[in-house]
């Protein structure tokens, strides 16, 4: 997986991704290889809640040129160097007046800033500090070959692996960072990933939503369309995001806490890693603050790796395919798949001989010679779901409680539901 | 303001405060200066649940000579001198007769304990132990000029602020110590120059109550009076008392704890001061145990800087003006501004937008040049009032979840209500 | 009392007992010198929910003779010596065949360990791991003279002190462990003991319950006679095991937690114990799995010195005499005397003057020098039951909240219900 997953990584990091435009679009492509994209083009002007689908935005060309003419800031480089949603612009102007359109981080000069003006009409090239100081006074020009259409709209993708039931488990990613590698390429990628390897598996008992949107805007769509829907059916879901580097987990809760989301990330972190973290829900950041505000209050949670806003290179061009490694991606997609193993294996049952122990020993469940030294996991598992068992816990509870493997709880309860002494609650 | 507290502290200083008494008249004219107090005078002999107003007590003179006729303990050396409710007597004793009405701390042999009998009939003179020690044997005289009139009266003061609404916030003192000065000259002080300060507001959300009485029989004849309309009108109150060392903070919650009184006052600890004790309420100590009792449980704390009994000075001629800081009286004085300012500014709001985020940016509540990278508190303080206001939790939680400061907070639900965004839950 | 334990340890402990047998009803009869124990017989092939009494087990003779003729193992020598519900057996067998049937334990090579085979029809002997190691190859003679009687029955002991009303506190013991001594000796010994103590007294607020069972068969019996009937009477319930060593005390919980048995395990240590551990309840262990079986989920808890199957010596010939000691044995008795006092003398009470405090001066409750430095333990226990008499706090649960000894606070309630302040809430 690892060698397909820099393949994808290779193809998709020079498209110039926003939350519009052609880019958008060759992205969702490219994935499609991968995963069974459904594309839809929202039209600019869809109003949804509070807000209104935008122009497309598409650039053809972008740079500055130094009053010998030779282009110094130049798109074709770096899409991180023109100001994301700049309007179309050509003029000659002086350092002075040019540098009101120029950004950079004093503090990291050697980077090029992400930068982005959606909602209020504006141009701008983003460079490294050090290469802003060095600019020689005299006059400069600029041109920004781009357009803002109206009569665009907005791509988003959908792939959906149908369950036995209706009730859903949601992945949800965004695609509108050009060229950037932890925050966001990896989400993407991981998504299409985890799709492939649940569409191997012949039964699902949940059914599986996979959505490619541009992040706020995006999701604030989707939402306007399904969150009522979701309100109802959604099981569990995750914000599919930062995922490339391979230093401890943060798992970021949902917003309402111990929901099934999040006590299935919490054990698989529990069982499979030593150092993580685990915060409560805050309404800043990606997509979750959607998902997660007041009027939907969905249980949607999300499993980092490096967190957005908490590394240097956040943000920058220097969260670049050298930042991120493939080992730790396929390793976070492999940690989604436990997860998914958690949630579909996770049952409240009921014991149906409740009154005393059932007897073991003639069901073949018990070794036959007594005596409690014997401490055989899979004997103490089934006691755990026996006991517990009320109708009240599900095994993930257990799973916490008992400190035994959850796997090793699954077969316990499987065994113990084909021998008659369970039943599923619903 | 620490000028004036100081001049009060030496005129109320001098005078002899119990729970009955022209000490207790003149000690309210002073404060009247201050405070705007309106004087009851309630009678001797009445009822209020178990208990019943006693008899007024007033000292002329009392002390104690020696066989040469020398006086060696004098009541106006140090009001602490006389055992409380000391009832007149005039008459000539040896000293192992004496010794039965003297009092001291053999383990604290240089102060004069402080002692009372309201309810016992007895006589007494409090001195310090070496003193006790060095007495010669041979006869006493001892005088105890004074008088418990059972047609005088408990004098009580109030004062109140009228709000917008009748819902109060009670501040009680508690005046019946005489010659103490943590415990208790610092709590009539600071409850009066609190009233100061609130007077100068124009607008006033809720109405406060000051009250300042004697301890327990006080309280509790207050209680019968009011107990029931606190019941129903009362947002938040405090004992004031025991505030003038420049010591850590020490926050006694309401019985029935995380009441709107506690939650203000621990988030105004939280935002003011490193290092500070907060303790499950007890049903020892002052006032609150009367507030607190099971058949009131109203919603009383306290905020205190060295705790009565926690001390050694406390109770003891020792607890006087060297004791004491005018300087941390003041800051006492601030702290509870601080949390009145808590208090009043705390709303409950429910978001009218509440399905994805509202879009800031149209309504220039957004940088608009995006990225997260922008921490700008006050827009992080947007978010987290819009996401957690669906009726359910006020802006003093939200401080205590976000750990954003609560001033930001307010000032973002303030803008967010002005922009439309919220509404008030009452 | 140790002599005394160490006289009836003596006799019993020689005594082969199991789940069934003759062993059981000569150590039921022994224990009726100091318990009034009433004898059941129940019916091999009685059912009680999932299990069916067994068949019953008595050995006369059982021993390996070597091809010398000389007896090499000897159930003569130790019970343990052989695997209990052995069937009867005679022949001669290679050791190769005869080493199916011997049970060691490699990593303890010099105890016999304690097995049993009760529902796999099964014969075998138990030695030390060095022994097995040791013996010569050749043939062997194994006899077995023992009987599986269908016509037999279990016997169960049990003895009722009747109170003042049928609310009960039980206590559960286990009978069948031949030659263990702390688990399983020590329990059934503390608990004649308890009763001996117990029917002193001459009036009993709770009717107490006392059951000799052998482990798991009979309490599942026993359940599915009383167990309903637990559910609407009991009060509070331990099994009382492994009691006889000098170590930390563990009390396990109750499956519910926080049920009044627990309460007062928890209160009992820490007012008594430094070092203890309170565990969570877990459906492995002893009897409590049956009680605490979701289906009655009673209110059954275990206080043990050295828990089964913690310990090297647990189920093996090392668990002794001399691994155990009377001293520790009977304070582990006086320790469930004093969890007996704190259940009899919980009360919920309800303050009849709850307005203000009372005033406990002219009810001679009060010391009649008034000043807060007296800290006298009563008065401040008065205070505390006074306030929290709301009908909702019982008397352990303010004895945890204020820290102060249980034994003051029943002193304070008594002398307050006595003063005509409080009644007992039902």
């Given at each position: 997986?690892?060698?397909?997953?820099?393949?994808?990584?290779?193809?998709?990091?020079?498209?110039?991704?926003?939350?519009?435009?052609?880019?958008?679009?060759?992205?969702?492509?490219?994935?499609?290889?991968?995963?069974?994209?459904?594309?839809?083009?929202?039209?600019?002007?869809?109003?949804?809640?509070?807000?209104?689908?935008?122009?497309?935005?598409?650039?053809?060309?972008?740079?500055?040129?130094?009053?010998?003419?030779?282009?110094?800031?130049?798109?074709?480089?770096?899409?991180?160097?023109?100001?994301?949603?700049?309007?179309?612009?050509?003029?000659?102007?002086?350092?002075?007046?040019?540098?009101?359109?120029?950004?950079?981080?004093?503090?990291?000069?050697?980077?090029?800033?992400?930068?982005?003006?959606?909602?209020?009409?504006?141009?701008?090239?983003?460079?490294?500090?050090?290469?802003?100081?060095?600019?020689?006074?005299?006059?400069?020009?600029?041109?920004?070959?781009?357009?803002?259409?109206?009569?665009?709209?907005?791509?988003?993708?959908?792939?959906?692996?149908?369950?036995?039931?209706?009730?859903?488990?949601?992945?949800?990613?965004?695609?509108?960072?050009?060229?950037?590698?932890?925050?966001?390429?990896?989400?993407?990628?991981?998504?299409?990933?985890?799709?492939?390897?649940?569409?191997?598996?012949?039964?699902?008992?949940?059914?599986?939503?996979?959505?490619?949107?541009?992040?706020?805007?995006?999701?604030?769509?989707?939402?306007?369309?399904?969150?009522?829907?979701?309100?109802?059916?959604?099981?569990?879901?995750?914000?599919?995001?930062?995922?490339?580097?391979?230093?401890?987990?943060?798992?970021?809760?949902?917003?309402?806490?111990?929901?099934?989301?999040?006590?299935?990330?919490?054990?698989?972190?529990?069982?499979?890693?030593?150092?993580?973290?685990?915060?409560?829900?805050?309404?800043?950041?990606?997509?979750?603050?959607?998902?997660?505000?007041?009027?939907?209050?969905?249980?949607?949670g999300s499993l980092m790796t490096d967190k957005y806003a908490t590394y240097e290179e956040y943000h920058t061009s220097a969260d670049n395919k050298s930042f991120i490694s493939f080992e730790a991606l396929e390793k976070s997609i492999n940690r989604y798949l436990e997860i998914i193993?958690?949630?579909?294996?996770?049952?409240?049952?009921?014991?149906?001989?409740?009154?005393?122990?059932?007897?073991?020993?003639?069901?073949?469940?018990?070794?036959?010679?007594?005596?409690?030294?014997?401490?055989?996991?899979?004997?103490?598992?089934?006691?755990?779901?026996?006991?517990?068992?009320?109708?009240?816990?599900?095994?993930?509870?257990?799973?916490?409680?008992?400190?035994?493997?959850?796997?090793?709880?699954?077969?316990?309860?499987?065994?113990?539901?084909?021998?008659?002494?369970?039943?599923?609650?619903?």
């Open positions: 997986m690892i060698r397909k997953l820099e393949s994808y990584f290779d193809r998709l990091w020079p498209i110039n991704r926003s939350i519009t435009g052609n880019g958008n679009r060759q992205t969702l492509k490219i994935l499609s290889e991968i995963i069974d994209l459904k594309v839809d083009e929202i039209l600019s002007g869809t109003k949804c809640f509070d807000w209104v689908i935008p122009d497309e935005w598409n650039v053809k060309e972008a740079w500055i040129k130094n009053s010998s003419g030779k282009i110094i800031v130049d798109f074709k480089d770096n899409n991180l160097h023109l100001l994301g949603y700049s309007v179309p612009f050509h003029g000659f102007m002086p350092l002075s007046k040019l540098e009101k359109h120029l950004f950079s981080m004093p503090d990291q000069p050697d980077v090029i800033p992400y930068l982005t003006s959606y909602y209020d009409k504006n141009w701008g090239f983003c460079l490294p500090h050090n290469q802003l100081q060095s600019l020689a006074k005299g006059h400069y020009e600029v041109l920004i070959d781009a357009e803002l259409n109206p009569k665009g709209s907005m791509s988003i993708g959908e792939a959906i692996l149908k369950g036995e039931t209706d009730r859903e488990i949601l992945f949800s990613t965004y695609i509108c960072h050009p060229s950037l590698a932890n925050n966001e390429l990896s989400g993407p990628l991981a998504t299409a990933f985890i799709y492939s390897m649940l569409k191997k598996q012949k039964k699902r008992r949940y059914t599986y939503r996979f959505v490619f949107l541009p992040e706020s805007i995006g999701s604030i769509y989707y939402l306007s369309v399904y969150g009522d829907y979701f309100k109802e059916k959604l099981v569990a879901g995750y914000i599919v995001n930062c995922l490339g580097t391979s230093r401890k987990y943060t798992y970021k809760k949902s917003r309402r806490g111990n929901t099934l989301t999040d006590r299935a990330a919490e054990l698989m972190l529990k069982e499979l890693e030593e150092n993580y973290l685990i915060e409560d829900f805050s309404p800043t950041g990606s997509d979750e603050k959607h998902y997660c505000s007041p009027g939907f209050n969905l249980p949607v193993y958690i949630l579909k294996n996770n049952y409240t049952y009921r014991n149906l001989m409740p009154y005393g122990e059932p007897q073991l020993g003639k069901r073949h469940l018990f070794p036959s010679i007594g005596s409690q030294k014997n401490k055989d996991g899979f004997f103490v598992a089934l006691k755990w779901v026996l006991n517990y068992s009320d109708g009240t816990n599900d095994l993930i509870q257990i799973a916490h409680r008992s400190g035994i493997s959850y796997s090793l709880l699954v077969n316990a309860a499987t065994q113990l539901l084909v021998s008659g002494l369970l039943e599923i609650v619903e």
